[in-house]
Structures are given as structure tokens and as C-alpha cells.
């Protein structure tokens, strides 16, 4: 019902969003990799990454710049340079690319189940299939209200993505839930999108900033634009079914840059980003109550770091401190004082 489903979510080091994200990104690699050692599972699938936009635009420059600033390996592609090398592909004449071979993409879902399984292994106990209904504050910790339970705790760590501005209400003009649709169209020839032979990609151009995959899953080529039709939405209300306005949004960038895709929509999903004012991510105390801690809100871009954030987390809540760097993501950034 929130953001983290389905089959893949991509992963990329050539971060257009900004080079300060880059050193997560690369602890990040390592623990999914730590994480599949230890689970047994294939959870991420590299194919290179595509980032493409006109000379000037945010996805273009911004990646080219983290490539610089971190010294990515990586190549600067033509659009010829990328039909050529990768058939699916057909960006518009003039447009350029970025390609870094480390990206590729997550399988969501089994990652979860992973994580889910080593923490009970470690001795973790896991309660799905109850609503929170709130928290209070209480001498030397919180106590977190459950539907006919209580669980009483020193710390309270709040990764509620859509419904975190319910849980802490003092976030709420901070927070903008978003209905974001992805579909999965048929191809004429399989081929060109099988992985190894098709980058994730993100790809600016006149309607907006594109994401997708190869097929992986599920049958089909899978496409989504960021702030998809920017409809603002309550996460327990919000319209959930698919429709032909939603569709035709995507169907714009496959018929001009994947026309072997251009079949008819197969599958289709609607999730939620939950964004903040400058699409960056929270990961701080809470004001008026330090022993909450407040992991969330990150506006569409969030989940390849889960596993650094864990990481965070756990540095947080046990030793009040972290050698990464999350300043970029403190409440203080935000101008208006936050009520507890």
C-alpha cells in the first residue's frame, strides 16, 4: 500500500539529485551485496545505468557532475552512441546520455523479506498486521498505542513514508503525498530489453523526467515519470485503480523513445512518493522529542539507500551518532520552526 512493492526499483551511482549522495550510494552496494551473502538470495541485478537529458538539463549535468566529483567511471553517449549499443533505445537526435556500468536495480520485495528474516534470526520480533493508532510520550521513552496493545520503548524510530504526517502531525506541512503510476508494456522483440541487453534508465525531455527498466518479474517493459500527473493524495483514500489518463502520460515516452515497445499496457500499479519541500531526505530527532526518530519522506527516490539508512538507524539508536554524513538531511534545513 506504500512505496516499497513489486519487483524492481532502480539503483544508480551517477546521481543526478546530487554528488552528496554518492558515498552512501557506494556503502549502500556493499550491503546489499552483505546482505545477499548472508540471505542466500539475488537481490540486486546489475545492467548499467542510462541518464539522459539535453546538454543543460538537471538529469544530464547532474549526473555527469557526480561522475566528476567522484570519479564514476563512466562514458558520454550520443544518442546514435546509445541506439547503437543498445537497441531499445531510440532518444530523440541531440540528446545525450551519461552510461555507468555499476547501475542497475533492486528486487524490492525479496529484500524485504530478506532483511525481515536475518533480523528474526538475530532475535528481532516482527509484529505485521497491526495499525498504529499513535504514541505518547512517557518518562524515559514512548509508548506506541497498537490496536488493543501497548509496546513501551526508550526510542521510537518512525518510517511511516504517506502516513508519517498521521503518526507526527508537526511534519504535516512539511510532507506532500503523491499518486505515482507505473506500467508494463508489450514488446515487439523481447530481445532488446532483456537485462543484459537493456541500462535502467532516468531520461529528462519536454514532458518530464522518466524512469525504467529491463523486463524483470512480470511480463513486459516497465516505465514511470516522476510526479506523475501531481496529484496530491491522502494514503487511505487515495484512487488506487489505473486509467487512461495515467496511461497516456507514459505512452507519450514509449512511443517516441521505446517505439519496440509500443504494445498494449499489460500490468499497471499505483504507489505514493511522499515528498519534502526540496526532495531530500528526513533522517533526524524530532523536535521536542529526541527519543523519536523520524526516517522518512523520501520523495520518490528513497529505497536503493534502505540499506544504508538501516545502517544509519542502527548507529543512531545505539550510539546517538554516524560516520555517514546526514547533515544534508536534518529538520533544521527547513525555515519554519517545527511544532513538537
Not at 222 to 240: A, F, Q, T, W
Not at 296 to 323: M, N, P, Q, W, Y
Request: hydrophobic share 40%; net charge negative.
Amino acid at each position: 500500500m506504500g512505496s516499497s512493492h513489486g519487483h524492481s526499483r532502480i539503483i544508480r551511482l551517477a546521481y543526478f539529485e546530487h554528488p552528496s549522495y554518492v558515498p552512501l550510494l557506494h556503502r549502500s552496494f556493499e550491503l546489499w551485496r552483505e546482505l545477499e551473502a548472508s540471505s542466500g538470495e539475488r537481490l540486486l541485478n546489475v545492467t548499467g545505468s542510462i541518464d539522459a537529458g539535453w546538454p543543460g538539463s538537471r538529469v544530464f549535468e547532474g549526473s555527469l557532475q557526480s561522475c566528476r566529483v567522484h570519479d564514476l567511471e563512466h562514458e558520454i553517449l550520443t544518442a546514435q552512441d546509445v541506439a547503437a549499443r543498445f537497441p531499445a533505445y531510440r532518444l530523440p537526435e541531440g540528446m545525450h546520455a551519461i552510461f555507468q556500468p555499476d547501475g542497475g536495480f533492486l528486487d524490492p520485495e525479496r529484500c524485504i523479506a530478506a532483511h525481515v528474516a536475518l533480523a528474526r534470526s538475530s532475535g528481532a520480533e516482527v509484529t505485521t498486521g497491526q495499525r498504529v493508532l499513535g504514541w505518547t510520550r512517557a518518562q524515559g521513552g514512548v509508548v506506541v498505542h497498537l490496536d488493543g496493545e501497548d509496546v513501551r520503548a526508550r526510542q521510537l524510530v518512525t518510517c511511516a513514508g504517506p502516513w508519517t504526517a498521521k503518526i507526527l502531525p508537526g511534519l504535516a506541512t512539511l510532507l506532500r503525498p503523491e499518486r505515482q503510476v507505473v506500467a508494463w508494456f508489450a514488446t515487439r522483440e523481447p530481445g532488446p530489453f532483456d537485462p543484459g541487453n537493456f541500462p535502467v534508465f532516468v531520461m529528462e525531455s519536454g514532458p518530464g523526467i522518466f524512469y525504467g527498466f529491463p523486463m524483470h518479474g512480470t511480463p513486459g517493459f516497465k516505465i514511470g515519470k516522476y510526479h506523475h500527473r501531481g496529484e496530491l493524495v491522502d494514503p487511505d483514500s487515495m484512487d488506487r485503480s489505473v486509467h487512461d489518463a495515467d496511461e497516456d502520460v507514459l505512452r507519450e515516452c514509449v512511443r517516441e523513445v521505446f517505439p519496440l515497445a509500443n504494445g498494449p499496457m499489460l500490468h499497471s500499479s499505483a504507489c505514493i512518493f511522499t515528498n519534502t519541500p526540496d526532495e531530500h531526505f528526513i533522517i533526524d530527532r524530532l523536535p521536542g522529542a529526541p527519543e523519536v526518530l523520524v526516517v522518512s519522506a523520501c520523495s520518490g527516490h528513497g529505497f536503493k539507500f534502505c540499506s544504508v539508512i538501516g545502517e544509519i538507524v542502527a548507529d543512531l539508536v545505539t550510539r546517538d551518532a554516524t560516520s555517514h554524513d546526514i547533515t544534508p538531511f536534518g529538520l533544521g534545513r527547513f525555515p519554519t520552526p517545527l511544532p513538537s
